[in-house]
C-alpha cells in the first residue's frame, strides 16, 4: 500500500535528481519532513509540518482507523497540476490568479513566489539557500505565530530605498515596482539579505552589545516601536561601515526612545512619525554632506521639528506627565513607563516586564478608585475633586505584587503602608518612597509629581545640540500645515521623500503637477479638456493662450501660473484629494531672499570648480564633451553619434550618476530609441560590467538609462576623488557599452 500510495501521488521516478518527489517543499518543511522517519526526539515541534502530523496521527490513533479506510480517504485528495507553456503562459501571474480567491496569503509570501518563480530548480535552490531562506530567518520569524513573514520587514526596506511608507497591502506590487526599477533581482535580494541581518539585530540585539544598547533595543521592542526601524537598519549600516561605535548606535537609541515617548506623553500625533524615521539619516547628512558628528546632528534635526513632528520641550513634557492619565494607556507603555522609573541605568535590576507579563505585579492606584469615607478624611474638604483629578494620573500610581494588591484594595493609607507585605516591605523603590509619606493628600501628591517629572526629564532627556551649522537652516512647511506662505522664498521642495530644486513658486508648481500627472494621466487631461463649469477645470488649459501667464505640464496641457502663491496651494491641496495623496508628503524649504542667493551663489561656485576640475580628464577618455564648459548646474552633458542622445554625468548633494539620456524633442522618436537600447539590455549590461536602472515613465517626453553613485556630495570635496573616477571611467563604459546599438 505505501508503494502504491508514493508511486502514484509522490515520487516522480522518471526525474533524473536524487529525490524525484512531485511536491516539493520548501528546505525548512523538507527538513521537519524528513525528521518524522526518525526518532521522535529529533522531531522539529516547531514546525507546522510537524504539528500536522502529530495532529492526525492522534486523530487516526484515536479513532481507530483502519489502513484500507485510511488509504480510502487519501485517494479522496485531488491534486490540481496545471501545466504552463513559456512563454505564453506567465508561472507568477497564474499564481496571483489562482491566489485571488480563497485564503489570502501574506505580501512576503507573494514576494517570495515572484522572487522564485521562473526559475529553474538549480536557480531556484540557489536563490532560496543564499538570500530568501537567511532573509526569512533574520527578519520573518514570528515567536508569537510561530511563522514566518518578511512583509513588515520589506515594508521598512522598501521605506529605506523610497523614503516612503507603503500601505501593507501593497507592499507586493510595491517590490516589484522597485525590482524593475532596479533592474536585477540579484543585487536587490543581497542588499535585502543585508538588511534583515541589521533589521534581527534591532529585533533580536546580541549578546556582544554594550549593556546600554542591548537594554534600549529590548525596552524599543517592547514599546512596540516600529516606525523607527528604517532608521535603527541605516544606523546599523553606518556602524559596519565603522562611521558609528556600538557606543553611538546606544546613545541614538536613547534619543529615539527620548523623541518617541515625549511625544506620547504630549499626546502628538504618532501618524508623522513614520515621515521622520524614513527620512532622519539623509536630513543629517544634508547639513555638510558627511556622517561626521552624527550624534549631535541627531539632536540638532530632531530639535528642530516643527509642528507635528517636534520634539517636545522640557516644559511641554513636564505639563503633559502631570496631566496625563497614566492608568488608561496601553499595557505596554505603562509597563515601559514604570520599568525606566524602577531601574533608570541603575545595575540593581527589578524585572519589572516579565512579572507585568505574567501577573505578578500590577499597577496600584494608590488613593484607591473608589473614594471611601475614609480615604474622603484622608484627602480633606475638596477631596471629591482631588479624586477626580488625580485619580489616574503617575503621581497616584505605583507597581505592586498582585497578591498584595487585592488586599491593598480600599485600605486606609496607613493600613497599605503598614499592613503585611505592604509598602514598608516592598521590595520596589519607588512605593518604599510612596512609604516615607505619613499622609496621603494634596501636598504629597503634587510633591510626588514635581519629583516624578525631574526623574522623567533625566530618564528621557531633550538635550541642546552642540552643533552648529555651516548654513543658515531652512524652515520646513508642510501642504497641509495651516500657514500663510506669500511672499516666502522657496528654496526646494522634498514630495514623497525626495527633494527637488525650485526656485520659484510656479518651477514647484509645475514639477508638482508633472508628478500627480505621472501617478494618473487621465485627470489633467479631462480638466484641460473640459469647459469652466467642472471644479479645477478653470485652471487648465489645452493652449498656451488661455491666460495671461501659463507653463506647459506636458505637451497638451498648459496650467494658468498667473496666480498668487496662496492660490496654487489651494490648488495643489485639492488636486491631492482627487490623487489620495498625503498633503504632509509635500514640504517646502523656505528662506529669506538674500540667504537664498548666497546659497545658490555658494552652490552655482561649488559645481562650477568641480566640471572644471573633471573636464579634461573626461574628454580625453570619453571622446566627448568637446564643445562643453563648466557649468553651474547639477549636470554636464556630451553628444553622441545619435542626434537628441547624450552623455550625462550629474553631480548632486546625495549622489552622483552617469547616465544616457535621450530626449530628440519628438516623445516618439525618444521611445524608438529608448526601445531599441532596451531590446540589448543583456548585451549592454554585459559589457558596462554590471545591472543598470532603465527610466521611462509614462507622461514624460525624455527617458534615460543610468548608474548611480550613492552616499556622496558635490559640496563635500572629500568625496570629489570618487565622484571623479565614478564619472570618467563608469562614463567612458556606459558611452562605448550603449553607441552599437544606437539607431
Same mark, same amino acid.
Given at each position: 500500500?505505501?508503494?502504491?500510495?508514493?508511486?502514484?501521488?509522490?515520487?516522480?521516478?522518471?526525474?533524473?535528481?536524487?529525490?524525484?518527489?512531485?511536491?516539493?517543499?520548501?528546505?525548512?518543511?523538507?527538513?521537519?519532513?524528513?525528521?518524522?522517519?526518525?526518532?521522535?526526539?529529533?522531531?522539529?515541534?516547531?514546525?507546522?509540518?510537524?504539528?500536522?502530523?502529530?495532529?492526525?496521527?492522534?486523530?487516526?490513533?484515536?479513532?481507530?482507523?483502519?489502513?484500507?479506510?485510511?488509504?480510502?480517504?487519501?485517494?479522496?485528495?485531488?491534486?490540481?497540476?496545471?501545466?504552463?507553456?513559456?512563454?505564453?503562459? !506567465?508561472?507568477?501571474?497564474?499564481?496571483?490568479?489562482?491566489?485571488?480567491?480563497?485564503?489570502?496569503?501574506?505580501?512576503?509570501?507573494?514576494?517570495?513566489?515572484?522572487?522564485?518563480?521562473?526559475?529553474?530548480?538549480?536557480?531556484?535552490?540557489?536563490?532560496?539557500?543564499?538570500?530568501?531562506?537567511?532573509?526569512?530567518?533574520?527578519?520573518?520569524?514570528?515567536?508569537?505565530?510561530?511563522?514566518?513573514?518578511?512583509?513588515?520587514?520589506?515594508?521598512?526596506?522598501?521605506?529605506?530605498?523610497? *523614503?516612503?511608507?507603503?500601505?501593507?497591502?501593497?507592499?507586493?506590487?510595491?517590490?516589484?515596482?522597485?525590482?524593475?526599477?532596479?533592474?536585477?533581482?540579484?543585487?536587490?535580494?543581497?542588499?535585502?539579505?543585508?538588511?534583515?541581518?541589521?533589521?534581527?539585530?534591532?529585533?533580536?540585539?546580541?549578546?556582544?552589545?554594550?549593556?546600554?544598547? *542591548?537594554?534600549?533595543?529590548?525596552?524599543?521592542?517592547?514599546?512596540?516601536?516600529?516606525? %523607527?526601524?528604517?532608521?535603527?537598519?541605516?544606523?546599523?549600516?553606518?556602524?559596519?561601515?565603522?562611521?558609528?561605535?556600538? !557606543?553611538?548606535?546606544?546613545?541614538?537609541? #536613547?534619543?529615539?526612545?527620548?523623541?518617541?515617548?515625549?511625544?506620547?506623553?504630549?499626546?502628538?500625533?504618532?501618524?508623522?512619525?513614520?515621515?521622520?524615521?524614513?527620512?532622519? %539619516?539623509?536630513?543629517?547628512?544634508?547639513?555638510?554632506?558627511?556622517?561626521?558628528?552624527?550624534?549631535?546632528?541627531?539632536?540638532?534635526?530632531?530639535?528642530?521639528?516643527?509642528?507635528?513632528?517636534?520634539?517636545?520641550?522640557?516644559?511641554?513634557?513636564?505639563?503633559?506627565?502631570?496631566?496625563?492619565?497614566?492608568?488608561?494607556?496601553?499595557?505596554?507603555?505603562?509597563?515601559?513607563?514604570?520599568?525606566?522609573?524602577?531601574?533608570?541605568?541603575?545595575?540593581?535590576?527589578?524585572?519589572?516586564?516579565?512579572?507585568?507579563?505574567?501577573?505578578?505585579?500590577?499597577?496600584?492606584?494608590?488613593?484607591?478608585?473608589?473614594? $471611601?469615607?475614609? /480615604?474622603?478624611?484622608?484627602?480633606?474638604?475638596?477631596?471629591?475633586?482631588?479624586?477626580?483629578? /488625580?485619580?489616574?494620573?503617575?503621581?497616584?500610581? $505605583?507597581?505592586?505584587?498582585?497578591?498584595?494588591?487585592?488586599? +491593598?484594595?480600599?485600605?486606609?493609607?496607613?493600613?497599605?503602608? @503598614?499592613?503585611?507585605?505592604?509598602?514598608?516591605?516592598?521590595?520596589?523603590?519607588? @512605593?518604599?518612597?510612596?512609604?516615607?509619606?505619613?499622609?496621603?493628600?494634596?501636598?504629597?501628591?503634587?510633591?510626588?509629581?514635581?519629583?516624578?517629572?525631574?526623574? %522623567?526629564?533625566?530618564?528621557?532627556?531633550?538635550?541642546?545640540?552642540?552643533?552648529?551649522?555651516?548654513?543658515?537652516? +531652512? !524652515?520646513?512647511?508642510?501642504?497641509?500645515?495651516?500657514?500663510?506662505?506669500?511672499?516666502?522664498?522657496?528654496?526646494?521642495?522634498?514630495?514623497?521623500?525626495?527633494?527637488?530644486?525650485?526656485?520659484? /513658486?510656479?518651477?514647484?508648481?509645475?514639477?508638482?503637477?508633472?508628478?500627480?500627472?505621472?501617478?494618473?494621466?487621465? +485627470?489633467?487631461?479631462?480638466?484641460?479638456?473640459?469647459?469652466?463649469?467642472? !471644479?479645477?477645470?478653470?485652471?487648465?488649459?489645452?493652449?498656451?493662450?488661455?491666460?495671461?501667464?501659463?507653463?506647459?505640464?506636458?505637451?497638451?496641457?498648459?496650467?494658468?501660473?498667473?496666480?498668487?502663491?496662496?492660490?496654487?496651494?489651494?490648488?495643489?491641496?485639492?488636486?491631492?484629494?482627487?490623487?489620495?495623496?498625503?498633503?504632509?508628503?509635500?514640504?517646502?524649504?523656505?528662506?529669506?531672499?538674500?540667504?537664498?542667493?548666497?546659497?545658490?551663489?555658494?552652490?552655482?561656485?561649488? #559645481?562650477?570648480?568641480?566640471?572644471?576640475?573633471?573636464?579634461?580628464?573626461?574628454?580625453?577618455?570619453?571622446?566627448?564633451?568637446? +564643445?562643453?564648459?563648466?557649468?553651474?548646474?547639477?549636470?554636464?552633458?556630451?553628444?553622441?553619434?545619435?542626434?537628441?542622445?547624450?552623455?550625462? %554625468?550629474?553631480?548632486?548633494?546625495?549622489?552622483?550618476?552617469?547616465?544616457?539620456?535621450?530626449?530628440?524633442?519628438?516623445?516618439?522618436?525618444?521611445?524608438?530609441?529608448?526601445?531599441?537600447?532596451?531590446?540589448?539590455?543583456?548585451?549592454?549590461?554585459?559589457?558596462?560590467?554590471?545591472?543598470?536602472?532603465?527610466?521611462?515613465?509614462?507622461?514624460?517626453?525624455?527617458?534615460?538609462?543610468?548608474?548611480?553613485?550613492?552616499?556622496?556630495?558635490?559640496?563635500?570635496?572629500?568625496?570629489?576623488?570618487?565622484?571623479?573616477?565614478?564619472?570618467?571611467?563608469?562614463?567612458?563604459?556606459?558611452?562605448?557599452?550603449?553607441?552599437?546599438?544606437?539607431?
Amino acid at each position: 500500500m505505501y508503494d502504491v500510495i508514493t508511486k502514484k501521488y509522490l515520487v516522480d521516478e522518471i526525474n533524473p535528481k536524487q529525490r524525484k518527489v512531485k511536491l516539493k517543499p520548501i528546505k525548512g518543511d523538507q527538513d521537519a519532513y524528513d525528521r518524522l522517519w526518525g526518532d521522535s526526539s529529533e522531531y522539529n515541534f516547531n514546525s507546522r509540518i510537524t504539528q500536522n502530523y502529530l495532529f492526525f496521527y492522534n486523530q487516526i490513533q484515536r479513532e481507530e482507523i483502519s489502513v484500507d479506510q485510511l488509504f480510502a480517504a487519501v485517494e479522496k485528495l485531488q491534486i490540481i497540476d496545471i501545466t504552463l507553456t513559456p512563454p505564453d503562459d !506567465d508561472p507568477q501571474l497564474v499564481f496571483e490568479s489562482l491566489n485571488s480567491t480563497g485564503l489570502d496569503l501574506n505580501e512576503g509570501d507573494k514576494i517570495r513566489n515572484f522572487v522564485l518563480m521562473r526559475r529553474s530548480i538549480e536557480e531556484q535552490e540557489q536563490f532560496y539557500d543564499n538570500y530568501w531562506s537567511p532573509i526569512e530567518k533574520n527578519a520573518g520569524y514570528d515567536k508569537q505565530t510561530n511563522s514566518y513573514d518578511v512583509s513588515p520587514f520589506i515594508r521598512d526596506y522598501l521605506g529605506i530605498k523610497e *523614503r516612503r511608507l507603503t500601505a501593507m497591502k501593497e507592499i507586493y506590487q510595491e517590490f516589484k515596482d522597485y525590482v524593475e526599477k532596479r533592474g536585477q533581482i540579484e543585487e536587490v535580494l543581497k542588499e535585502l539579505r543585508d538588511y534583515a541581518k541589521r533589521y534581527n539585530k534591532i529585533r533580536a540585539g546580541n549578546p556582544n552589545f554594550p549593556l546600554k544598547l *542591548r537594554a534600549s533595543l529590548y525596552r524599543l521592542n517592547r514599546f512596540e516601536s516600529s516606525v %523607527c526601524r528604517p532608521f535603527l537598519m541605516e544606523v546599523f549600516r553606518l556602524q559596519e561601515e565603522n562611521l558609528l561605535t556600538l !557606543d553611538d548606535v546606544g546613545e541614538v537609541c #536613547r534619543i529615539v526612545e527620548s523623541y518617541l515617548l515625549r511625544r506620547l506623553i504630549c499626546d502628538l500625533p504618532s501618524n508623522t512619525q513614520s515621515k521622520v524615521f524614513l527620512t532622519l %539619516c539623509n536630513d543629517i547628512k544634508r547639513l555638510n554632506g558627511t556622517y561626521d558628528g552624527f550624534i549631535e546632528k541627531l539632536r540638532f534635526v530632531l530639535g528642530n521639528k516643527k509642528e507635528k513632528a517636534a520634539f517636545p520641550t522640557d516644559e511641554d513634557f513636564a505639563e503633559g506627565l502631570k496631566n496625563k492619565n497614566i492608568y488608561t494607556m496601553p499595557a505596554r507603555y505603562k509597563a515601559y513607563i514604570f520599568e525606566r522609573l524602577e531601574n533608570g541605568d541603575s545595575s540593581e535590576y527589578k524585572e519589572i516586564y516579565n512579572r507585568l507579563d505574567s501577573g505578578e505585579y500590577t499597577i496600584e492606584h494608590i488613593m484607591p478608585q473608589h473614594l $471611601t469615607p475614609a /480615604w474622603a478624611s484622608e484627602l480633606g474638604d475638596d477631596a471629591e475633586n482631588i479624586h477626580d483629578q /488625580w485619580l489616574h494620573r503617575l503621581a497616584n500610581l $505605583t507597581l505592586a505584587a498582585s497578591s498584595y494588591n487585592i488586599r +491593598y484594595s480600599n485600605s486606609s493609607f496607613q493600613e497599605k503602608k @503598614t499592613m503585611k507585605d505592604g509598602y514598608l516591605q516592598s521590595g520596589l523603590k519607588m @512605593t518604599q518612597q510612596i512609604a516615607r509619606a505619613e499622609h496621603w493628600g494634596l501636598p504629597e501628591l503634587e510633591h510626588r509629581s514635581s519629583m516624578l517629572v525631574n526623574q %522623567c526629564i533625566a530618564l528621557w532627556p531633550n538635550k541642546d545640540s552642540t552643533y552648529v551649522p555651516p548654513q543658515k537652516q +531652512y !524652515d520646513e512647511i508642510a501642504l497641509d500645515d495651516d500657514v500663510s506662505l506669500t511672499g516666502r522664498q522657496l528654496v526646494k521642495y522634498r514630495f514623497r521623500g525626495i527633494e527637488h530644486e525650485a526656485t520659484t /513658486w510656479v518651477d514647484m508648481y509645475v514639477q508638482v503637477l508633472k508628478k500627480l500627472h505621472n501617478i494618473d494621466t487621465a +485627470y489633467l487631461n479631462y480638466l484641460a479638456s473640459a469647459d469652466d463649469s467642472v !471644479d479645477l477645470a478653470s485652471q487648465f488649459s489645452r493652449t498656451e493662450d488661455g491666460f495671461e501667464a501659463s507653463v506647459m505640464v506636458i505637451e497638451g496641457i498648459y496650467v494658468n501660473t498667473g496666480t498668487s502663491t496662496q492660490h496654487k496651494l489651494n490648488m495643489l491641496r485639492r488636486l491631492f484629494e482627487h490623487y489620495d495623496q498625503d498633503p504632509s508628503d509635500l514640504v517646502f524649504f523656505l528662506n529669506d531672499k538674500k540667504y537664498n542667493d548666497e546659497e545658490s551663489s555658494l552652490r552655482h561656485k561649488v #559645481r562650477r570648480e568641480y566640471w572644471s576640475q573633471i573636464l579634461p580628464a573626461i574628454r580625453t577618455e570619453t571622446g566627448t564633451f568637446n +564643445y562643453v564648459s563648466p557649468t553651474k548646474n547639477n549636470y554636464m552633458s556630451g553628444s553622441t553619434s545619435c542626434p537628441g542622445v547624450q552623455l550625462s %554625468c550629474v553631480a548632486n548633494y546625495n549622489q552622483a550618476r552617469v547616465e544616457i539620456y535621450i530626449d530628440t524633442g519628438d516623445v516618439g522618436k525618444n521611445q524608438t530609441i529608448y526601445d531599441a537600447l532596451k531590446s540589448h539590455q543583456s548585451q549592454i549590461e554585459a559589457d558596462y560590467g554590471r545591472p543598470l536602472k532603465w527610466y521611462n515613465q509614462e507622461g514624460n517626453r525624455s527617458c534615460k538609462l543610468y548608474d548611480e553613485l550613492l552616499d556622496v556630495c558635490v559640496a563635500n570635496r572629500d568625496d570629489w576623488p570618487t565622484m571623479m573616477k565614478f564619472h570618467i571611467e563608469r562614463g567612458t563604459k556606459l558611452l562605448k557599452a550603449v553607441t552599437p546599438y544606437l539607431p
